[in-house]
């Protein structure tokens, strides 16, 4: 089973780009500037863009939290690694 969210970034050509792919229907990848997410974001519907702009809101702000939420323990665990 996929996880609901996967990070992705194309650091070679786009180094100052990171994504967020949506796993679930509709699937889609939310591409932004990695120093703010809520800047500049593109939307890549995978699956057929819904209707309902309420829960556009509700999945890009789901993506935002899981990016957070991932970046926070990203830098957790190299915080704990640095004291061996």
Not at 24 to 32: K, Q
Not at 55 to 73: G, W
């Amino acid at each position: 089973m996929l996880p609901k969210f996967l990070l992705a970034d194309n650091s070679q050509d786009m180094p100052d780009m990171l994504y967020v792919v949506h796993n679930e229907t509709p699937r889609f990848i939310v591409g932004s500037d990695i120093e703010d997410f809520s800047v500049n974001q593109t939307i890549y519907w995978i699956d057929e863009k819904p209707k309902d702009k309420e829960l556009i809101a509700q999945l890009l702000e789901a993506a935002e939290e899981f990016l957070e939420a991932e970046l926070e323990n990203q830098d957790s665990y190299f915080e704990d690694g640095e004291e061996d």
